[in-house]
């Protein structure tokens, strides 16, 4: 069992990015359809982007009643063994709540998780509201960029080429280690981005 952990703040693209990865996942098997779940982490009673990725064709669990970092942890380290003892997927592409922090997801899950063959870290920046972010909520931002094994620069159409330069090199200072990819979820992504997920080592 493949686990992809999608980092990013609020309203980044997360979710149209999830849509693009599951489609290459499915489009890649040809007739023969990858066992894969999509789990969602909301804050608040009803899910949004739950409904979309369901529209989408795709088995949908959500982890609700707080921020994946903290209260709900356990609950997700349960339905990752849950699902490894009774379905036992190829994949599970996780999106934490914008609010979370991955490296914490990434040690409970190592600690307690069952089944887990790898973990991919995909970091989504939104580079329209880079400097915004930055600002405002700095050490969540770095947190979340440090921790990814991918990180997608989003939005990149929104932005003028200086902009989208300084970007990504303060991204880079964040992170020294990742490969750094520009996108536009809305342009569609192209499909090599998402070989670069699933024919990654194993850990």
Same mark, same amino acid.
């Given at each position: 069992?493949?686990?992809?952990?999608?980092?990013?703040?609020?309203?980044?693209?997360?979710?149209?990015?999830?849509?693009?990865?599951?489609?290459?996942?499915?489009?890649?098997?040809?007739?023969?359809?990858?066992?894969?779940?999509?789990?969602? =982490?909301?804050?608040?009673?009803?899910?949004?982007? =739950?409904?979309?990725?369901?529209?989408?064709?795709?088995?949908?669990?959500?982890?609700?009643?707080?921020?994946?970092?903290? $209260?709900? $942890?356990?609950?997700?380290?349960?339905?990752?063994?849950?699902?490894?003892?009774?379905?036992?997927?190829?994949?599970?592409?996780?999106?934490?709540?914008?609010?979370?922090?991955?490296?914490?997801?990434?040690?409970?899950?190592?600690?307690?998780?069952?089944?887990?063959?790898?973990?991919?870290?995909?970091?989504?920046?939104?580079?329209?509201?880079?400097?915004?972010? $930055?600002?405002?909520?700095?050490?969540?931002?770095?947190?979340?960029?440090?921790?990814?094994?991918?990180?997608?620069?989003?939005?990149?159409?929104?932005?003028?080429?200086?902009?989208?330069?300084?970007?990504?090199?303060?991204?880079?200072?964040?992170?020294?280690?990742?490969?750094?990819?520009?996108?536009?979820?809305?342009?569609?992504?192209?499909?090599?981005?998402?070989?670069?997920?699933?024919?990654?080592?194993?850990?």
């Amino acid at each position: 069992m493949k686990l992809v952990i999608f980092g990013g703040f609020l309203g980044s693209g997360k979710t149209s990015l999830i849509l693009s990865l599951a489609h290459h996942l499915v489009n890649r098997e040809g007739s023969e359809k990858p066992s894969l779940v999509i789990l969602e =982490n909301e804050i608040g009673e009803v899910g949004i982007d =739950n409904k979309v990725l369901q529209a989408g064709g795709f088995s949908v669990k959500e982890l609700f009643a707080g921020c994946i970092c903290c $209260t709900l $942890t356990a609950d997700l380290v349960t339905t990752l063994n849950d699902l490894h003892e009774k379905i036992q997927p190829k994949w599970v592409i996780f999106e934490p709540t914008g609010l979370a922090y991955p490296k914490k997801i990434i040690e409970t899950v190592n600690q307690y998780g069952k089944g887990i063959e790898r973990i991919v870290v995909i970091a989504v920046v939104d580079a329209e509201r880079w400097e915004e972010l $930055t600002e405002i909520t700095p050490g969540l931002i770095e947190g979340q960029v440090s921790s990814g094994d991918l990180i997608l620069i989003n939005k990149c159409d929104l932005v003028d080429g200086v902009a989208l330069q300084a970007i990504r090199e303060q991204v880079r200072a964040m992170n020294p280690r990742a490969e750094i990819l520009e996108v536009s979820a809305t342009s569609g992504i192209d499909t090599r981005i998402w070989g670069k997920v699933d024919e990654g080592p194993e850990a």
